[in-house]
């Protein structure tokens, strides 16, 4: 995930410490039940999309843009699958953010799955039969998407 220029003028003056910020994943389906994955620049793997709203952007608008801008798929979404305050994570260059997460389902209404962006060296379509090796955080994500059933978790831990 690039990092957005807001962000880097926030680091301008927090340097490395925590920054809490918002994200979103999308699970985008199609007509077929296919799931939609990019396999990233930054890991090899692959992965689901996401990314960070631009200040002020509604999280299910960005959802959509960053579906379109790393994909070229145009979506809708159906519905929030997931909210979810993540581990922290500290980049290689020592930068440490925490993502509260909102994950949406979401349906390709459009245009050709493909990269289009630098983020990504593969795009595709996955049956949820024959999905690539994927991290829990994808998994559990899909899993979630493709349930009618809310999440819960033990928030005594």
Known sequence: ????????????????????????????????????????????????????????????????????????????????VLVQALDPVTYENDDTCQFMDVTFRCRAVGGEARVNDDESLEVGWFSVDALPELNEFAMFRIKQALSTAPAWFDTTT
């Open 1 to 80: 995930m690039a990092t957005p220029d807001f962000i880097r003028t926030i680091r301008a003056s927090a340097g490395h410490q925590l920054l809490w910020l918002p994200g979103v994943t999308a699970i985008v389906f199609d007509d077929e039940g296919r799931v939609l994955l990019g396999r990233r620049t930054d890991t090899g793997k692959w992965s689901v999309v996401g990314g960070i709203p631009d200040p002020g952007e509604q999280p299910a608008a960005c959802a959509v843009r960053e579906v379109f801008e790393e994909t070229a798929v145009h979506c809708v979404v159906e519905r929030v």
